[in-house]
């Protein structure tokens, strides 16, 4: 089935030690977006990637960084992750903007 | 800026109960609007969306939300409650202005035996 696939689905990682998450879709999307959503809050916009555009929210901290080699796959990395990034972090993907968004099912990550 | 209203963070029914989400949103021109649900740790799902056409949207699992322009309302509901419903149910408004998702709050459902 055509889906948004997202590992690890736990991670575990150290304060200040970087981590990435890594997202894949089988959809063929041009749009493939990042999410941050923390206990009881609603999902959290942290950018976007249009094909090989990468479009930041102005309030998405630069701790926060995002690589998309092709269309299939798009990784988040968190350069230096402090206690307050534990969260869930969610992959999702669109056909286009403003398009129904397809989310994958979440990676938590917990920081020590 | 588009904002989505959900009324009732928390809403509990017993088994069998008619499910009602409230679901409120800003906008002069007609947005899509989607309802989504959330278990524990999981992902989103989407349940059913209001693009155009039709007024009364049918999803899965049995759930249907109706698109009032008059209201600015896309309420969720659905019949008889299952104890698999227990989620928490996101709506969500495009924003033609910033080509963004708007999330409501979301609303804890509970449903008791």
């Known amino acids: 089935d055509a889906m948004v696939i997202q590992n690890p689905r736990y991670q575990v990682t150290q304060f200040g030690k970087p981590v990435t998450l890594s997202c894949s879709q089988t959809?063929?999307?041009?749009?493939m977006y990042w999410y941050q959503q923390k206990s009881s809050q609603a999902p959290k916009l942290l950018f976007h990637y249009y094909d090989k555009d990468f479009n930041n929210e102005a309030d998405t901290p630069d701790n926060f960084q995002s690589r998309r080699p092709n269309t299939s796959f798009c990784f988040l990395d968190i350069r230096s992750p402090g206690l307050g990034d534990a969260a869930m972090y969610l992959c999702?993907?669109?056909?286009?903007?403003?398009?129904?968004?397809?989310f994958g099912p979440g990676t938590r990550l917990l920081v020590l | 800026a588009q904002s989505v209203t959900q009324l009732g963070s928390h809403v509990s029914v017993s088994e069998g109960a008619l499910v009602l989400l409230r679901c409120n949103y800003s906008?002069?021109?007609?947005?899509?609007l989607f309802w989504y649900v959330q278990y524990p740790n999981q992902g989103l799902q989407l349940l059913l969306k209001?693009?155009?056409?039709?007024?009364l949207v049918k999803g899965i699992n049995g759930f249907e939300a109706e698109f009032k322009k008059s209201e600015t309302s896309f309420h969720l509901t659905k019949p008889s409650a299952h104890m698999s419903d227990a989620a928490e149910y996101f709506c969500?408004?495009?924003?033609?202005?910033?080509?963004?998702?708007?999330f409501g709050t979301g609303t804890r459902l509970q449903v008791f035996p």
């Open positions: 906008s002069s021109v007609p947005p899509y």
């Open positions: 959809l063929n999307h041009n749009v």
């Open positions: 209001y693009t155009t056409g039709a007024t």
């Open positions: 969500a408004v495009s924003d033609y202005n910033t080509d963004k998702l708007i």
């Open positions: 999702a993907t669109s056909r286009d903007l403003l398009e129904t968004q397809y």
